[in-house]
């Protein structure tokens, strides 16, 4: 039965996981960065509302960090169980990379999360600061271990292919670290994780002034929420731009799909829809609202050059992977068209969003914000958390029907061992689980974003001394 193919279950066993996981790592490290923002700033300052802050928006982050610390190693079991063939084809290039993710995730970050979390009144302050901002040195160094570790499935460089055994083997470990596309997706990445710990910020702020509740202090965090938004939405631009840039020279199928043009245009022609309706195939259009040159500009950051379509490119994959059995070298063209468009739209929201805060509480405004701005700051975490899934759906869906670009189909990376019905019984299982456990970390991250930060908290008596000399 097709609902039992091993292959399309396992590719929604491990969507779902990682889309589950990745609700986590982009909070992680935005959260754990906002913490230390505000525990330098009293720690510079001795404000004790900074103190409130950094405790508050803390306790979040180490809900969030839990719950990722679970499904990470979970996700990385699947390899083994769902993609065996895979793992044996990338295994010698994939381990350096995680390897230094695991260092940097379990041994580097536990290790200052720790002290961080028990050195409050034990470490000088100073000291104690440090330990945050490695913590969230360690976050963004293990991104970047993961983003080289999948920018070799999107554009595979620094190995040889040994035909007696069937793997891509590791020659260049720094060619694997600086691959273009690696380079490209790591600041984009980072920059939406700071957008979405910014829509946090934003969203809890709101939810708490609405109810006139820390007023002081909550006015603090939304105005470093509603710029931290605008700055980062700036940074996911600027590099989105080099990624698409990376993305067409290694894969301009999935520009090509992007934009669901079939034949190759130029100039003019090469034009950005901000919105089609067709046929479902998308060979046919009804309705579209272009931009000239758009596309071309977005590709290769020319108005000249011409955009390569799908019909094209599969002719020129079909010769050039023949002995690979596909037929059919395009994603899936509805996904990857409308993903991109809603990363796109779901960010520009969130920084909309931002603008018309900043201008309602700004110092000049002659009146109070309406309770209409409450509930619309509200959805910034909702933007932006919806910009950073579905981009990630994009970037990994617009590589098929490959596992390894031109190296491995998905099809060839499953478990050969593993039925159809294992698989099932497992994504149940999985999806049970994690529906459970997403329950408990909504209430975790609900209830202590409502209680808010405590006010009364006093800092340690060394801390109040150094208040009191910078005062």
């Known amino acids: 039965m097709e609902w039992l193919d091993p292959l399309v279950l396992s590719r929604w066993q491990f969507g779902l996981t ?45 809900i969030n960090f839990a719950m990722g610390v679970v499904t990470g190693i979970v996700q990385e079991f699947q390899f083994g169980m769902n993609w065996s063939d895979y793992s044996r084809f990338v295994g010698d290039v994939f381990g350096a990379p995680l390897a230094f993710e695991g260092l940097f995730a379990f041994f580097f970050e536990a290790t200052f999360i720790g002290l961080w979390i028990f050195g409050w009144d034990k470490l000088p302050q100073k000291l104690h600061l440090a330990t945050i901002w490695c913590t969230a040195i360690g976050s963004i160094l293990s991104a970047y271990f993961i983003i080289a570790a999948n920018a070799f499935m999107q554009n595979p460089v620094g190995y040889v292919y040994n035909p007696e055994t069937n793997r891509a083997e590791l020659t260049d470990f720094w060619a694997l670290l600086t691959n273009p596309v690696a380079l490209a997706a790591f600041p984009h990445t980072i920059f939406g994780a700071f957008m979405f710990a910014a829509g946090v910020v934003i969203s809890v702020s709101a939810w708490h002034l609405a109810r006139k509740q820390h007023e002081d202090t909550m006015r603090k965090s939304l105005k470093f929420g509603l710029w931290g938004m ?19 020279a290694a894969q301009p199928m ?4 992007a934009e669901a043009t079939f034949n190759t245009v130029c100039g003019a022609d090469a034009s950005f829809s901000l919105f089609t309706l067709g046929t479902p195939d998308g060979t046919s259009e009804l309705f579209s609202i272009r931009v000239p040159y758009l596309l071309s500009l977005l590709s290769t ?7 390569h379509g799908i019909n094209d490119l599969n002719a020129e994959y079909a010769q050039t992977f023949a002995d690979m059995g596909i037929t059919n070298f395009a994603p899936v063209l509805w996904v990857t068209y409308w993903a991109f468009r809603w990363m796109i739209g779901l960010g520009m929201l969130a ?48 590589r ?50 409502q209680k808010g930060p405590d006010t009364t908290e006093q800092p340690h008596e060394e801390t109040a001394q150094l208040s009191s000399v910078v005062y």
Request: net charge positive.
């Open 230 to 248: 605008l700055v980062s939405t700036a940074g996911v631009v600027l590099s989105g731009d080099q990624l698409g840039l990376a993305m067409y």
């Open 18 to 62: 990682t889309v589950y996981h990745y609700l986590f790592v982009p909070l992680t490290i935005g959260m754990v960065t906002v913490a230390a923002i505000f525990q330098t700033v009293w720690v510079r300052t001795g404000r004790i509302e900074y103190l409130h802050l950094t405790r508050f928006f803390g306790k979040i982050f180490l």
């Open 400 to 449: 098929q029907p490959w596992l390894v670009f031109g190296l491995m189909s998905t099809r060839d990376g499953v478990s050969p061992g593993v039925s159809g019905l294992e698989v099932l019984i497992s994504l149940i299982a999985f999806t049970a689980i994690y529906a459970a456990l997403a329950v408990v970390e909504i209430r975790l991250i609900v209830r202590a974003a």
């Open 351 to 398: 920084a909309l969003v931002a603008v018309i805060g900043l201008w309602l509480t700004r110092k000049s405004a002659k009146k109070e914000p309406a309770p209409w701005m409450w509930k619309l700051a509200i959805w910034s975490f909702p933007l932006a958390l919806g910009a950073n899934i579905v981009g990630w759906v994009f970037t990994e869906m617009g």
């Open 254 to 257: 999935k520009m090509a799909a």
């Open 301 to 307: 950051h020319s108005l000249d050059e011409c955009v």
